[in-house]
């Protein structure tokens, strides 16, 4: 079967307002992509060595095309994620190419297969779909466009027009390999580490204890010392400043702040420590860290990113033989105004301080995340994120807010992802998602056509360089 990227895909379909986002998509199709949250690691584009084969690149790595996979059957040491137990073989990586081939249908309709055909289209020049017969042929082109040298990431990373990236990094890394792309003058880009301590906050979290006793001998603090963990987080925060951080981001179950006095927090620090603490204790200890956060960023000037609301490795059966991210992590229903309110109450009018709400619970754009964006100055609506950012669910997200709140309480698009080539594929999908919600408005009338133009370019520049801080 024939594949191609249709140039009009995802604009609408009447030809009135489909000329009208077309014009809209061709102003910005070409401006540079700007990631402030993303999960690629700096190292790839360090080393700048040739991606191994297209099972590696394209398919084991990518939660979103091994989970669906799994769910028709399909082992995951057959799409050659190793099994931890070695109770199964791990598949060879053209094997795994084949299974990946022969199920191309299952993704028909999910924003996997349309980033796929995207990525098959325009960077490996594909025309045809995958299927079993053809699944060796184009494991063999993908593999041979590989070994070029201008396949390689740096070059890559010049043909997408990558301005700025942001990594994803433990608070104790030495991001040396930041120090490195930024010292190398053969290297254009800019690519910064993102402040992420969820591992240093929640105590229960399986690493906490070992993760504060590596932060105490750090800073030379006693392990059970509150006022000497709060300062080696903060200096920890200033050492990724440094090193060109923007962010810190926050990745907790429920985005809940709790006020607690100096005193409580230190006496549940100091019984968290020793693994002391129940779940509601816990709970109340990360909800006031969220707090303390929030502290730290209106004091060091780091833009606040909380991204809440997903049950992590919903599956231990698969948590143990293949190992976390892989698949099984499930939303769940969040709530942001109650929870959030001792934190805004203290923090949500302070100046320069800029806090980036996002959802997998798209219920809560309309009811709760837009409404504290249309008032608060520190909050910013997050893209559409995870499970949420495939073509209909960011068109109803722009509905969902854009009454409440506009265009200009919004952050700008994230792709969060690991998967490196699908970033120019993913910007892509939302510059023409939001060309099509514009040119809607425009020929009902709602929404003149400079105005318009002048929004479609903000969405895509003007606000993330003013919300991250670029």
Request: hydrophobic share 45%.
């Amino acid at each position: 079967m024939h594949l191609e990227a249709d140039p009009d895909r995802l604009l609408p379909v009447d030809p009135r307002t489909r000329g009208i986002a077309r014009e809209l998509y061709e102003r910005v199709a070409a401006l540079p992509i700007l990631s402030p949250h993303g999960h690629v690691d700096p190292r790839l584009l360090h080393d700048d060595a040739a991606f191994p084969d297209p099972t590696e690149l394209l398919l084991r790595h990518d939660h979103y095309v091994t989970r669906l996979l799994h769910a028709s059957g399909i082992p995951f040491n057959e799409l050659a994620v190793p099994d931890r137990t070695g109770a199964a073989p791990t598949a060879s990586a053209r094997d795994a190419w084949r299974r990946f081939c022969e199920n191309w249908h299952l993704f028909a309709g999910t924003a996997s297969g349309y980033w796929l055909t995207h990525q098959f289209a325009e960077l490996f020049g594909l025309d045809e779909q995958p299927d079993a017969a053809n699944a060796d042929a184009l494991f063999d082109r993908i593999g041979a466009v590989l070994t070029l040298p201008s396949f390689r990431p740096r070059a890559l990373f010049d043909r997408f027009g990558i301005e700025f990236l942001a990594t994803t990094d433990d608070p104790l890394d030495d991001l040396g390999v930041h120090r490195a792309l930024a010292a190398d003058p053969a290297f254009r880009g800019r690519v910064a580490p993102t402040f992420r301590p969820d591992a240093y906050l929640d105590p229960a979290h399986p690493a906490f204890a070992a993760n504060v006793e590596r932060l105490a001998a750090w800073s030379g603090s006693a392990v059970d010392d509150y006022a000497g963990y709060l300062g080696a987080l903060e200096a920890r925060r200033a050492h990724f400043i440094a090193n060109g951080a923007v962010s810190a981001d926050h990745g907790v179950l429920q985005p809940l702040a709790v006020d607690l006095t100096a005193g409580e927090a230190s006496a549940l620090y100091a019984r968290a420590v020793r693994g002391e603490l129940d779940a509601a204790e816990a709970t109340a200890f990360q909800g006031h860290m969220l707090l303390e956060s929030a502290r730290m960023s209106v004091e060091d000037g780091l833009v606040m990113t909380v991204h809440p609301g997903v049950l992590r490795n919903h599956s231990t059966a698969t948590l143990e033989r293949f190992g976390p991210d892989s698949g099984h992590d499930i939303p769940v229903r969040t709530g942001y105004a109650e929870a959030l309110r001792p934190l805004l109450q203290r923090y949500g009018n302070a100046p320069d301080f800029h806090l980036v709400l996002f959802a997998v619970d798209e219920t809560a754009y309309s009811r709760e995340i837009a409404p504290l964006a249309g008032f608060y100055p520190s909050v910013y609506i997050g893209a559409p994120w995870w499970f949420l950012d495939a073509p209909d669910a960011v068109l109803r997200f722009r509905a969902a807010v854009t009454e409440t709140a506009g265009f200009y309480r919004g952050a700008g698009f994230v792709d969060d992802t690991r998967a490196f080539l699908s970033i120019p594929a993913r910007h892509d999908m939302a510059r023409r998602l939001d060309a099509a919600f514009l040119a809607r408005l425009v020929a009902e009338g709602r929404l003149d056509e400079p105005a318009a133009h002048r929004i479609a370019h903000d969405l895509v520049d003007t606000l993330p360089r003013k919300v991250f801080k670029l």
